[in-house]
């Protein structure tokens, strides 16, 4: 029953960080819970030796590409992404601009209003992900 339940939340784990399975059990090992799991992967995602990023990537985006990418979606006008490169965005991530994930990916970007992002929070939050996230979106070309 015990081995049941540690590799039902080792799938969920896995489902929700897209880290290893290894790590997965590092993890909860360690924590015993799957949330307090995930919060501490995200929060130190190197605790464990084979912890960190997915076997190929090789270090954080960079900055110019970052920027490369903000400057495709934000308004020829203005210093922001606003809702017309947001539904841009949208259509290159094959996402709906109604779906829950956009609300993670605002609160990770630092997103000042619906639909909206600016520079330094495009930057930061894309940085604070990591590539695991933005590849797993398709936007791993530009990083």
């Not at 947001?86 to 290159?92: A, H, K």
Request: net charge negative; with cysteine.
């Amino acid at each position: 029953m015990v081995d049941k339940k540690l590799e039902d939340n080792i799938a969920q784990f896995c489902a929700v960080t897209g880290a290893s399975t290894r790590d997965a059990r590092k993890y909860l090992e360690a924590h015993k819970r799957v949330d307090i799991a995930v919060d501490a992967y995200y929060n130190n995602p190197n605790a464990f030796p084979s912890s960190g990023r997915r076997k190929g990537e090789t270090s954080a985006p960079s900055t110019s590409k970052l920027t490369q990418l903000f400057e495709k979606y934000k308004e020829p006008d203005s210093e922001e992404i606003a809702v017309d490169g947001t539904i841009r965005l949208c259509e290159d991530l094959g996402v709906n601009p109604e779906d829950v994930v956009l609300l993670a990916i605002a609160y990770e970007l630092k997103s000042p209003r619906v639909g909206e992002w600016t520079k330094q929070g495009w930057l930061d939050g894309w940085k604070n992900i990591g590539c695991v996230l933005i590849s797993r979106y398709h936007l791993d070309s530009y990083l």
